[in-house]
C-alpha cells in the first residue's frame, strides 16, 4: 500500500487526524482534483505541488514559496524513488484562456451582430437573422 505525506510525516493534518481539529485540514489531504497522483490519495503523494499546505507548521501558499524546503522533503524523495519512470513532478495545469484572442472574437462577432439588419442572412451559416425564429 503506498503511503500519503501524512502517512509518512506524520503530521496529523489529514481528515480526523489528531492536529486537524484545532491546525485545520491540509489541502493535501483534501485535494480531490489531486486523486491517484502518483498513487496517492488527494494530494498525499503530490503535495509539493499542492498550494497552501501546512507542513512543518507553516503555511505554503505557492509552489514558489514551497519550492525549497518541498524538494528536499522526504516525502518528494520517497515517492520519486518508489514511482521510477512513472514519477509525476507535477500536477496537470488547467489550460491557460488566452485574453486577448477571447477580446478580439468577442469584437468580432459584437461587429458582425451590429451589422446586421432583421431580413438578412447569418454569413456563417446562411441562416435568416434579425427576428426571424430558426426553424430547423
Ligand atoms: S502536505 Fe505536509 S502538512 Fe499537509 S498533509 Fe502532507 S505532510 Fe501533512
Not at 489531486?34 to 503523494?45: E, H, L, V, W
Not at 528536499?72 to 513532478?89: A, D, I, L, M, Q
Request: glycine share 12%.
Amino acid at each position: 500500500m503506498k503511503k500519503n505525506c501524512w502517512e509518512i510525516t506524520k503530521c496529523g493534518r489529514e481528515e480526523n487526524g489528531r492536529e486537524s481539529g484545532h491546525l485545520g485540514v491540509c489541502p493535501a489531504a483534501t485535494d480531490k482534483a489531486a486523486d491517484g497522483t502518483n498513487g496517492g490519495r488527494c494530494g498525499g503523494r503530490i503535495c509539493w505541488d499542492v498550494a497552501g499546505t501546512l507542513c512543518s507548521g507553516k503555511m505554503h501558499w505557492s509552489y514558489a514559496a514551497k519550492q525549497a524546503t518541498c524538494l528536499s522533503c522526504e516525502v518528494y524523495e520517497k515517492v520519486r524513488r518508489e514511482e521510477k519512470t512513472n514519477f509525476k513532478p507535477s500536477l496537470p495545469k488547467a489550460p491557460q484562456v488566452d485574453d486577448r484572442n477571447h477580446t478580439q472574437q468577442g469584437r468580432k462577432l459584437l461587429s458582425s451582430i451590429a451589422l446586421r439588419r432583421p431580413g438578412q442572412t447569418d454569413p456563417q451559416d446562411g441562416w435568416p437573422v434579425g427576428g426571424h425564429q430558426r426553424t430547423r
